[in-house]
């Protein structure tokens, strides 16, 4: 399988600074995305704090001498890869005021041959389409997230619920955050979508799946994404990763 990445952030129409915070690894697979939160620039630490160090710990891990091929290696290198960088932001929001209370979210993925190792934290999602259809594929870790599973609401009041954003995990809260890794099957034609909550509380799930049916380029593709929650408000940043699998072309042998 073949992968091309594209990996986009925008500050968005009201806020001054950029806590998004995205990055890839295209000869080791990995992407990496974080939507920082805290006081004055704190949420720009932890974002990239999360980014730089995950995605240089698994490219430690896949890489080098004896880089790691087994599905279950793969998901613990990520699970303590997300661990080291929760700990080292709890570590620096302790030792300096200015980053007191900082935390991030976070959706990080692995592309190896025909799977996809994925891990989440709050409410940046990851999502697939395959053929016409869009799936959501990770969950939000979020108060809106346990109200719609408990039946309280709906899904279209999920959208407008009060305190929507209220997180229930993230990276930097707990000295012991549990990290699920998922195994997921790859196909060729699949287009995998990271994001932050400013794509998704801007535009719904029917724009995006028309967008990303319509737009082959993913460079093309992620910045009218971006564009469109942009024209709709724009009231977030918005971190954008694509990632577009491919057959590998067979070699030919004489």
Known sequence: MNYTFCAKTDPGLIRRNNEDAVLVNTSCGVAVLADGMGGYKAGEVAS??????????????????APLSDPGDICRALAASVDAANQAILQ???????????GTTLVAGVFQGG???LTHL??????????????????DHSIRQEQFDAGLITRAQAAHATGRNLLTRALGVETDEPVEAQT??????????????GLTDMVDDASMARLMA??????KLATA??????AKGGRDNIGVILIHAKDAPEMSGK
Not at 225 to 230: E, F, K, T
């Open 122 to 139: 709050g409410d940046s999602r990851c999502y697939r389409l395959r053929g016409e259809v869009l799936r959501q594929i990770t969950k």
């Open 214 to 219: 319509e737009e082959p380029n993913i460079g």
């Open 184 to 197: 997921l099957q790859v196909e060729a034609g699949d287009l995998y979508l990271m994001c932050s909550d």
């Open 48 to 65: 990239g704090m999360a980014t730089t160090m995950i995605a240089a710990e698994l490219t430690r891990h896949l890489s080098g001498n």
């Open 92 to 102: 620096a929001a302790t030792g300096n005021p200015d980053c007191a209370g900082m």
């Open 115 to 117: 799977q996809l190792f």
């Open 225 to 230: 994404l971006i564009h469109l929650a942009n």
